[in-house]
């Protein structure tokens, strides 16, 4: 059989855990994986503003694996500079798409307004990146299937998505380009997943794009229900407030799950808690939608929420983010680059009976990262402030699977792939999974960086 070219091109999450995209050329076609936006460190975060390598208007399609940001947050910039074509993800991914980009465009123009205001941007006029009207055309792009239906992009080209365990609506990207199969991992979770079915075991691959988050790492196997109770043991006797900075997806809906289960085993102190986040309350209401895609019984996932005061309104939330009272809040953004956890951090971390919870990984260049790294003061508003309260971290709860979940699922394959292309990681991140791959199972594998391209002969 005639072989064919294919370009496979790293424009995001190479050497990075930020901004991932991945663009396949092939047969006249451009299709992108995941158009995430990058975060992070500045020289990161203005890749953002930098031209797209390829006109967008020349891609005819987007397939994407998954709802977070760093996945889908750029997709509004891209529709804005001309991309057309339709947006391919599962029902839920959709859902939880919309309301992540409308909390970025309104973030955006919220401190495009803000730095205005106070002058304090080197910008003569900063500019959003995108707005809600921006992400309003982008959704109307978006079509939606269920996992396992196979897509026909093109002759030729065709996908499906496969549960991949890491949130709500995530999917391995399974795409059969000619007789050449590709299998994207978008981000992998545990092989245990808290509230969802474990990733699918996958068979046969001829190249695997593979994330790297957790590379060179293995999860705490500490119980995360000890550790958090431990905390909140500690919030009670100080009579403090804890305050946890918390990704609105998933991550929200699995403390609230264990919260649940701490206050049925009547190991919870009577503290009020608090969802002060409307971006966490409405992904928590596709949950509560999507029951048949986890894994936990219908009646606890109905009734966990309801020890929980969801806080959508602006005055409400002011008015208990002034409050001196214990309690326990998760409050977004998950990394403390912006939302309502900033106005807790601005009234209560310069007091040491508080407390400031870490439960998920802290990009490079973010606040989180700063603070878990020794930072006493940090920058917000324009000013430095003094950083007082205690400082926790559980690291055990993690959306992403460890190197040992990795290499598990890569066990799983009948059959040895051509080439596996690590991506979603920093550097040394990427290399000890792809030391570890070689050593263990003896595949090849590449890691790409930023805008690498590879040209392959497939059949
Ligand atoms: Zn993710």
Request: glycine share 6%.
């Amino acid at each position: 059989m005639d072989k064919k070219r294919l370009k496979i091109s790293f424009l995001g999450g190479a050497g990075t855990v930020t901004g991932s995209k991945t663009l396949l050329e092939f047969d006249q076609k451009r299709v992108l994986i995941d158009c995430g936006l990058f975060q992070g460190l500045k020289e990161l975060r203005n890749l953002n503003r930098a031209p797209f390598p390829v006109s967008p208007d020349t891609i005819d399609v987007l397939v994407l694996t998954h709802a977070h940001l760093d996945h889908c947050g750029y997709i509004p910039l891209l529709v804005k500079n001309g991309f057309k074509g339709e947006i391919h993800c599962i029902d839920s991914t959709a859902e939880l798409a919309e309301i992540i980009l409308r909390d970025s465009a309104k973030i955006q123009e919220e401190d495009a307004e803000r730095a205005a205001r106070y002058n304090y941007s080197r910008h003569a006029k900063p500019e959003p990146l995108y707005t809600t009207q921006d992400v309003l055309q982008a959704l109307k792009l978006f079509v939606t299937h269920s996992y396992n239906e196979w897509v026909i992009l093109h002759p030729g080209i065709k996908f499906q998505f496969l549960n991949n365990g890491h949130i709500l609506g995530s999917g391995f990207v399974e795409m059969k380009l000619s007789d050449t199969t590709f299998l994207f991992s978008g981000d992998i979770g545990k092989m245990q997943p808290m509230l969802l079915y474990p990733p699918k075991k996958v068979k046969h691959a001829d190249y695997i794009v593979l994330e790297s988050t957790y590379g060179d790492r293995l999860h705490d196997k500490a119980d995360v229900k000890e550790e958090l109770q431990t905390v909140i043991e500690e919030v009670w006797d100080n009579k403090g407030i804890l305050m946890i900075p918390s990704f609105a997806v998933e991550r929200t809906q699995e403390l609230i799950y264990i919260l649940y289960l701490l206050k049925e085993e009547g190991r919870l102190p009577a503290l009020p808690i608090y969802l002060d986040s409307p971006m966490g309350i409405n992904s928590s209401k596709v949950y509560i939608r999507y029951k048949e895609e986890q894994n936990i019984p219908s009646d606890i996932l109905h009734h966990m929420y309801d020890q929980v005061h969801f806080i959508s309104d602006a005055e409400a939330s002011k008015r208990i983010c002034l409050d001196n009272a214990p309690k326990i809040v998760l409050a977004g953004s998950g990394m403390i680059e912006g939302g309502r956890i900033i106005h807790y951090l601005n009234n209560h971390m310069d007091n040491p009976r508080n407390t400031l919870l870490f439960v998920g990984f802290q990009g490079e260049g973010t606040r989180g990262r700063a603070i878990q790294n020794g930072s006493r003061e940090i920058k917000f508003f324009g000013e430095y402030h003094d950083v007082k309260c205690k400082i926790r971290s559980i690291s055990s709860l993690s959306a992403h699977g460890d190197q040992n979940d990795l290499l598990e699922w890569l066990k799983n394959f009948k059959s040895e792939p051509n080439t596996i292309f690590l991506n979603h990681g920093e550097p040394h991140q990427t290399d000890a999974l792809r030391v570890k791959i070689e050593h263990e199972l003896g595949w090849n594998c590449e890691t790409p960086k930023m805008n690498d391209t590879y040209i392959l002969e497939i059949e």
